[in-house]
């Protein structure tokens, strides 16, 4: 069965210090894989989606990076943090095709706190 | 441009009476309607989901109407339980990636 590690769990970190977030999926190839952001009493807000090791699309101009470098691997990466990147960092993957690419599968998320 | 929308970010429904979550959506070429559930401090669970070819899906507590013509779909848990407590997210599949409103928080009542 597919399962889906993001660590994690709980992160404080100072103003202007790197991040580095990693997800990494088992028993599938091949996944689509997305970072998303939970601002407190807000909506769930897509950050970066990769099709493929390489191919990285972002969907919001900010202060993080992401890059997948083996094709079950997501690195989501600041190199100085913002206070307003405090919130809940979720990770997701879907089947590459097929009907099941519509279901997303997440992690179960890093609270980072920026102080 | 909020694709996808969840008007009331709040409800309160009592034990073994019906919960209704809507969602309203904008885009058109939408073809599939999902629903999470999530707890505080973990990710979202899938729930069940509907493709635009359809009017109904049903498991168990759990029945997603959409109504195309209207943009409109939700999500009726019937009977309400106390584990039902938790924030509802609806999303639209969208090209590669899906649209998600701000979510309900549904609190059952004992």
């Known amino acids: 069965s597919q399962t889906i590690h993001q660590w994690p769990a709980t992160l404080v970190q100072p103003v202007g210090s790197p991040l580095s977030l990693e997800c990494t999926v088992e028993?599938?190839?091949?996944?689509?894989l997305y970072w998303y952001r939970q601002a407190a009493g807000r909506g769930l807000q897509l950050l970066f989606y990769?099709?493929?090791?390489?191919?990285i699309s972002s969907e919001v101009p900010q202060n993080l990076s992401a890059s997948r470098p083996q094709d079950r691997q997501f690195i989501l990466s600041s190199k100085k943090l913002l206070l307003s990147d405090s919130g809940f960092y979720l990770c997701?993957?879907?089947?590459?095709?097929?009907?099941?690419?519509?279901?997303?599968?997440f992690g179960a998320g890093t609270r980072l706190s920026v102080l | 441009d909020q694709q996808v929308k969840q008007n009331s970010p709040s409800l309160s429904v009592q034990e073994g009476r019906i919960s209704i979550l809507n969602c309203d959506y904008t885009?058109?070429?939408?073809?599939?309607f999902l629903w999470y559930k999530k707890y505080p401090a973990e990710g979202p669970t899938f729930l069940i989901s509907?493709?635009?070819?359809?009017d109904k899906n049903e498991d168990g507590r759990f029945t997603v109407f959409l109504n195309k013509s209207a943009k409109h779909l939700s999500l009726h848990i019937v009977p309400s339980q106390p584990g039902d407590s938790a924030v509802y997210f609806c999303?639209?599949?969208?090209?590669?990636?899906?649209?998600f409103g701000q979510g309900t928080r549904l609190t059952i009542n004992p």
């Open positions: 885009n058109s070429m939408f073809d599939y």
């Open positions: 509907i493709s635009s070819i359809k």
């Open positions: 999303a639209a599949q969208g090209a590669q990636k899906l649209v």
């Open positions: 990769s099709v493929g090791i390489g191919q």
């Open positions: 028993g599938t190839s091949n996944p689509n």
């Open positions: 997701a993957w879907t089947e590459g095709q097929g009907w099941a690419k519509n279901i997303q599968y």
